[in-house]
C-alpha cells in the first residue's frame, strides 16, 4: 500500500508564506511524476505545479514567481514553498504522485488534502 501525506496548510496574513511537504510510503520503487493541485470553493480542481524525477518543473501562471515546488526523493518528499501568498491562493492543496510499486504496478496517488487560507 502506499500513502501520501500532506502537512503545513493554515492560516496566513496575505504576503504571507507557508511550506507545504508531502510525503510518500509504502511499497514505494520509484516515483515518476509529483505535483500539487488546488481546489477553492466553488471552483475545479487546478494544477499549481509539477516536478519530475529528472528535476524538470512547471507552473501555472498564476503561481510563477512566487511557489517554488522541490522534492528530496531519497526521502520521497516534496514541497512547496509558497511566498507573497494572496487570499486567491486559498483552496485545500493536494498532492499527488505517479508510483511504480514493489509489486509491480503503476498508478496515480492522492493526498488527503490540507487547506491554506489567505486572509487577514
Known amino acids: 500500500q502506499v500513502q501520501l501525506v500532506e502537512s503545513g496548510g493554515g492560516l496566513v496574513q496575505p504576503g504571507g508564506s507557508l511550506r507545504l511537504s508531502c510525503a510518500a510510503s509504502g511499497t514505494i520503487f520509484s516515483i515518476n511524476v509529483m505535483g500539487w493541485y488546488r481546489q477553492a470553493p466553488g471552483k475545479e480542481r487546478e494544477l499549481v505545479a509539477t516536478i519530475i524525477s529528472g528535476g524538470s518543473i512547471e507552473y501555472a501562471d498564476s503561481v510563477k514567481g512566487r511557489f517554488t515546488i522541490s522534492r528530496d526523493n531519497a526521502k520521497n518528499t516534496m514541497y512547496l514553498e509558497m511566498n507573497s501568498l494572496k487570499p486567491q491562493d486559498t483552496a485545500v492543496y493536494y498532492c499527488?504522485?505517479?508510483?511504480?510499486?514493489?509489486?509491480?504496478?503503476?498508478?496515480?496517488?492522492w493526498g488527503q488534502g490540507t487547506q491554506v487560507t489567505v486572509s487577514s
Open positions: 499527488t504522485a505517479h508510483i511504480n510499486s514493489r509489486d509491480l504496478s503503476a498508478r496515480v496517488y
